[in-house]
């Protein structure tokens, strides 16, 4: 924050920052910033302002603006940031700038504003008619009304701007946040068994890190010591790439999101910039003693890859057994969902469908393993389990890591006992010359409340309100304003909860002003009384209030751009940290092999497996879904059991793109790019939808981000 020269030194250091490549401020409040350095301004450039200030400040500032330039010209844009072309403001962070009507300055801000705009940056001017120079600052000699006002616009910016990137600053600034602190609550309840546990070579790993690994290896450390308990914890950094972010050469992961740079001058304010690593980090804390590794942005499976390579003693080059890990690190990375949890026959377990056993994998040496579940706990580990989770979030069947590239074409799943599926038939691809980079920027707010409907014409109950709501407000203001008709009511209702429906009203706009109480949901519910009859407001209104919202880009960037480093905490070693090699063989971009893309081949004619009735999918099949970025995958698989094969022929021949298609009609549009594959060794049909969340789950208007209403859809 700056006022008159200072406003002027905020910009020159934002500048400056940018250029060195060190983060923005979250925010700046400029208080009529002097910003030209040519004495324009002195010259009739504000012919509002007559008076003796005007006179007295023509005479003084000449000479303030030989002493602070120098020898420099006043035209260069070292000294004037008005001298500055469009593209090189790109990244600077948002601001608010305040002047006077009356003041010398007024043309520096104005000027300065438009350069903003054409910049693509967030800005606000406030013009202030009739009032003088720095009259922002609150002087006494100010109209209390406009000083009240004023205050109140800073504050405004400060909560909107400055509390937003609170979590990016904490760890910039090293303060504790920034980790999962779900891993040392759940340390602290397990200390116990853990410090007696009987084998004392017990290592863990995990990506708890978050944005603040050295954080929470700290926190780990104290609770180690405070317990007397001697372990060496070790922490990987080198994902976090913010502060390098202008010098890389970011690709797109997907089509669905465009280019890169068209998404930063839509998103400037870039919070997140981490790259998905590998498990040699983790490798080489473990080899270097560590007891407890803590890492960031590394891939879910990748501690899984990382004891296993450190126990069998693994290279670099052998990917088939990498690969193998790989897939066992897929399958345990979500815990619950493999044995039992998010599954398609869930109904087997009913009773006792809670406190599922977390999964156990083991490795052996040549990358084949062995799911199962801890025994007497609920849950079951079956091959269709594990088909399911298998299925989860991937893209097709090549599984991209750092470390190496999965081939899922042929993977076998055989029920060896009781909750115990080996796992097969993978083969390994060298590693990308790419990584994944996860990119997190501002991407404005959001406010939603819901009101019910009830009883006889719901759709058009429904219809009117969204009719009566639009003319209430500027809808051209917003991104997003959507209302969402969610559930059916039952032919023949017995009570309330079966007529009763849910209409969800959402908006999305870069200014949370737009979406506070009084400009999104008062309009809309003051004209309740005109509205449909039974009309029911939810009253519990706090998801009204504007929230901040962040959107996503999943790039590529080269591994060469990364370079991790591991280091232990006092007493066991110190900040030098130790540098990990980096891979020295590659697949290279132009030999990476592409998803398959492809309809049933030779498919069997429906008609041939005799007469149909119309029912759900789900009591055929069973399905998973899940997101990655803006897209969504969902496959679908015959449950194990009699006639496996042709009731598999018949999943393939009768699912085609367009079948998918049709079931997705009213959430996907004609256009929307879908790829299709099969897995036949797991009777398995694979499906991604490119595009289909937007910008991601983190900013996406839908309230189910996933394709999980599928197995309800009626089919012949």
């Not at 790259?275 to 960031?296: K, N, P, R, S, T």
């Not at 052996?364 to 393993?369: F, K, R």
């Not at 042709?646 to 298609?661: G, M, Q, V």
Request: glycine letters at 10%; proline letters at 6%; a negative charge.
């Amino acid at each position: 924050m700056g006022d008159s020269a200072g406003g002027g030194l905020c910009i020159l250091a934002s500048l400056e920052l940018k250029r060195i490549g060190l983060p923005q401020p979250c925010a700046m409040i400029l208080v009529s910033p002097w910003i030209d350095m040519t004495l324009k301004a002195h010259q009739g450039g504000n012919p509002a302002v007559e008076s003796d200030y005007f006179l007295l400040a023509n005479s003084a500032v000449p000479g303030l603006i030989r002493l602070f330039i120098g020898d420099r010209p006043p035209e260069s844009p070292e000294v004037n940031p008005l001298r500055h072309q469009p593209h090189e403001l790109e990244g600077l962070s948002p601001q608010l700038i305040f002047t006077g009507g009356a003041e010398f300055a007024r043309q520096d801000s104005e000027q300065w504003a438009e350069l903003c705009h054409k910049a693509g940056l967030r800005y606000k001017l406030v013009i202030e008619w009739g009032q003088l120079h720095i009259y922002a600052m609150g002087s006494n000699f100010i109209n209390p009304t406009i000083r009240h006002k004023t205050d109140d616009m800073i504050i405004e910016w400060i909560k909107d701007h400055f509390n937003l990137a609170s979590r990016s600053l904490q760890v910039r600034a090293g303060e504790k946040g920034g980790y999962e602190p779900g891993f040392l609550y759940s340390l602290r309840d397990a200390f116990d068994e853990y410090a007696s546990y009987r084998n004392p070579n017990l290592r863990i790993a995990v990506n708890a890190g978050g944005l603040n690994p050295r954080g929470l290896a700290e926190a780990v450390q104290k609770l180690l010591s405070s317990r007397g308990c001697q372990k060496k914890v070790a922490y990987v950094v080198g994902d976090d790439l913010l502060l390098k972010i202008d010098s890389l050469d970011i690709k797109p992961l997907t089509r669905a999101t465009g280019n890169f740079e068209t998404w930063k001058q839509k998103h400037p304010d870039i919070i997140l910039a981490n790259a998905y690593v590998g498990c040699w980090g983790i490798v080489q804390a473990l080899h270097e003693g560590a007891d407890i590794v803590i890492c960031g942005r590394c891939t879910d499976a990748s501690t899984v890859m990382g004891i296993a390579a450190w126990w069998h003693g693994w290279s670099r080059t052998d990917v088939n057994r990498l690969a193998g890990s790989l897939v066992a690190g897929h399958l345990i990375e979500c815990g619950c969902y493999v044995t039992g949890g998010n599954f398609g026959g869930f109904k087997s377990l009913v009773p006792d469908y809670y406190d599922l056993s977390f999964p156990i994998a083991t490795i052996a040496v040549d990358g084949t393993s062995v799911i199962q579940s801890h025994e007497n706990q609920n849950g079951i580990v079956t091959v269709d389990t594990v088909r399911g989770q298998l299925l989860y979030e991937i893209q097709g069947p090549f599984y991209y890591n750092p470390d190496v590239i999965a081939d899922l074409s042929s993977i076998r799943f055989e029920q060896t006992g009781h909750n115990q599926v080996h796992v097969s038939g993978f083969k390994g691809i060298p590693a990308p010359e790419t990584a994944k980079i996860a990119l997190m920027a501002l991407g404005g707010y959001q406010a939603e409340f819901s009101v019910y409907v009830t009883g006889l014409d719901t759709e058009e109950k429904a219809r009117s309100f969204e009719v009566m709501s639009r003319r209430m407000l500027d809808t051209r203001q917003y991104d997003v304003l959507d209302f969402q008709l969610y559930g059916a009511p039952k032919d023949d209702p017995h009570s309330q909860l079966e007529a009763t429906l849910q209409l969800r009203i959402l908006a999305q706009a870069k200014d949370p002003r737009l979406l506070k109480p009084g400009r999104f949901l008062g309009p809309i519910m003051s004209n309740q009384l005109s509205g449909y009859p039974g009309l029911t407001a939810n009253v519990d209104f706090r998801t009204a209030e504007p929230k901040l919202l962040c959107t996503y880009f999943p790039g590529l960037i080269n591994q060469s751009e990364v370079q991790l480093s591991v280091h232990f905490m006092p007493p066991c070693g110190d900040d030098q940290g130790l540098l990990v090699p980096r891979h020295e063989v590659y697949t290279s971009t132009s030999q990476l092999p592409s998803q398959p893309d492809y309809q049933p081949r030779n498919p069997t004619p429906l008609s041939s497996f005799g007469p149909t009735v119309r029912a759900p999918l789900g009591l055929v099949v069973y399905a998973r879904s899940g997101d990655k970025g803006a897209n969504v995958n969902v496959g679908f698989f015959i449950p194990r059991g009699l006639n496996e094969t042709p009731k598999y022929d018949w999943l393939r021949s009768f699912f085609t793109t367009e079948t998918l298609r049709g079931l997705l009609a009213a959430e996907a549009g004609p256009d929307a790019y879908i790829e299709r594959c099969e897995f036949p060794e797991i009777r398995a049909v694979h499906f991604v939808i490119h595009g289909l969340l937007g910008t991601g789950v983190s900013n996406s208007s839908k309230m189910d981000a996933l394709g999980k209403f599928l197995e309800k859809e009626a089919v012949l």
